[in-house]
């Protein structure tokens, strides 16, 4: 069984910065980590994800340049830097897990509130 248990969350004045964690267990096969966020009444958003194999990553336009993502391979872990932290990127931050190319983000962790107020 796929677990994917995220860490870190808080609460932080705005400019601020926290760091995620999630460690997947239960699967050997990992092609992508990622994060998305949603806060109520909208749908998850994407965040950002790491290429596993190549380590490459991408992000979203919007957190792209203050949030960065980082990798422990061999405890098949990803973190999600946030920096500068505003308002608007208050959320439930949730850990996603594609075990195969075009097998779509298959397992998600329960998510850690992320909350951004002075």
């Known amino acids: 069984q796929v677990q994917l248990p995220e860490s870190g969350g808080g609460l932080v004045q705005p400019g601020g910065s926290l760091r995620l964690s999630c460690a997947a267990s239960g699967t050997s096969s990992v092609y992508s980590m990622g994060w998305f966020r949603q806060v109520p009444e909208k749908e998850r958003e994407f965040v950002g994800n790491m290429h596993w194999s190549s380590g490459r990553t991408s992000y979203s336009d919007s957190v792209k340049g203050r949030f960065t993502i980082s990798r422990d391979s061999a405890k098949n872990t990803i973190f999600l830097e946030m920096d500068s932290l505003k308002p608007e990127d208050t959320a439930v931050y949730y850990c996603?897990?594609?075990?195969?190319?075009?097998?779509?983000?298959?397992?998600w962790g329960q998510g850690t509130q992320v909350t951004v107020s002075s």
């Open positions: 996603a897990l594609q075990s195969r190319v075009f097998s779509g983000w298959g397992y």
